[in-house]
């Protein structure tokens, strides 16, 4: 299945998670803190990170970013926080979901499972819309031809604006079809990961159009 690294400095929730991600069939690496984990990630990709953000030496928010910065593996953070503004802080960060304790772990590995499966390559061909080209079946994007590193959500999300153009979608849609059901956040979550997305789409971001009251859509402008 998927390698799996776990940061959480607590023991018993470390072996607790550890445990649930095996039975899923993961195998699953552990780090005490910030630093570890980040010593660890220069040393083997992972296809996904569960990363708590109370650590010494290191905050997860601090580990999230720098994570980022390697590449585009999804992560879920855990927090003992439920406040909006941590969770936004995270999602500015680049954290694709979230998972405030005390959690079910059997959520936990539902969540990994549904990150992964919409992370996995398609044998779908290339999109391209004005100066943006995505290859499905690697999870890559290309921006007049250079490649633009994008998280796990902002190309979820870009995704379905270019399969889906002209269309109008509502926050509410948006984040039932990309963070599913039973995410735990609200609408201030795509529009921050939508900021993002345009931010690094440079000037092909006015391709996402927000209308007022209504939501967003792609359409490809002059």
């Not at 010593?39 to 030496?57: E, T």
Request: charged share 25%; with cysteine; glycine share 8%.
């Amino acid at each position: 299945m998927a390698n799996i690294l776990i940061v959480e400095d607590e023991k018993n929730m470390q072996i607790i998670i550890a445990d649930y991600m095996k039975k899923g069939g993961h195998t699953c690496f552990t780090a005490d803190d910030g630093i570890d984990a980040l010593m660890f990630l220069k040393n083997q990709p992972m296809d996904l990170l569960i990363l708590d953000i109370m650590m010494p030496h290191l905050d997860g928010f601090s580990v999230c970013k720098l994570a980022r910065e390697m590449g585009n593996m999804p992560i879920i953070m855990l927090t003992a926080k439920s406040s909006e503004e941590d969770k936004l802080k995270g999602y500015e960060y680049g954290a694709d979901d979230y998972m405030t304790k005390p959690f079910s772990p059997k959520v936990l590995l539902a969540k990994v499972n549904a990150l992964l499966r919409r992370s996995a390559p398609t044998s779908a061909g290339a999109l391209c819309a004005g100066e943006i080209t995505l290859h499905p079946d690697s999870h890559k994007v290309f921006l007049r031809g250079v490649e633009v590193s994008l998280t796990h959500t902002e190309y979820e999300l870009l995704h379905f604006f270019m399969v889906n153009p002209g269309q109008i979608f509502t926050r509410d849609q948006l984040l039932n079809r990309i963070w599913g059901y039973d995410f735990d956040g609200n609408t201030r979550t795509v529009d921050v990961h939508i900021k993002n997305l345009r931010q690094k789409l440079g000037p092909a971001g006015r391709y996402i159009v927000t209308l007022i009251r209504s939501g967003y859509k792609f359409e490809v402008t002059t």
